[in-house]
């Protein structure tokens, strides 16, 4: 199996930075999307930008000019730098990936989440 390990949430003021990192571990042998979902209280989870292995990336547009994602395929982490944080970017914040890991000799696909991280911005 594939586990994500997220890092780097935490309370920053109106206007502050922060960057949350994800990597992924395990018998991989292929990542093809790795992204970032957010879920706040009351409310469905949402996908915030993804980033696929050729490089392309998506964002909702809420966070585009504010936020940049990007992979170091090599690690099999992706990386979440978020800018001008706003009240309304408090959220749980969960990492994503799919693609394909081993067992011996064969091959399965993969759908991965992480445990999430808090980030909670004040205003």
């Known amino acids: 199996q594939v586990q994500l390990v997220e890092s780097g949430g935490g309370l920053v003021q109106a206007g502050g930075s922060l960057r949350l990192s994800c990597a992924a571990s395990?018998?991989?042998?292929?990542?093809?999307?790795m992204g970032w979902y957010r879920q706040a209280p009351g409310k469905q989870r949402e996908l915030v930008a993804t980033?696929?292995?050729?490089?392309?990336?998506n964002y909702v547009d809420s966070v585009k000019g504010r936020f940049t994602i990007s992979r170091d395929n090599a690690r099999n982490t992706v990386h979440l730098q978020m800018n001008s944080l706003k009240p309304e970017d408090t959220a749980v914040y969960y990492c994503?990936?799919?693609?394909?890991?081993?067992?011996?000799?064969?091959?399965?696909?993969?759908?991965?989440w992480g445990q999430g991280t808090q980030v909670t911005v004040s205003s």
């Open positions: 994503n990936a799919d693609g394909q890991y081993y067992r011996g000799t064969l091959y399965y696909p993969f759908y991965s």
């Open positions: 395990g018998s991989i042998s292929r990542v093809n999307a």
């Open positions: 980033a696929a292995s050729g490089g392309r990336t």
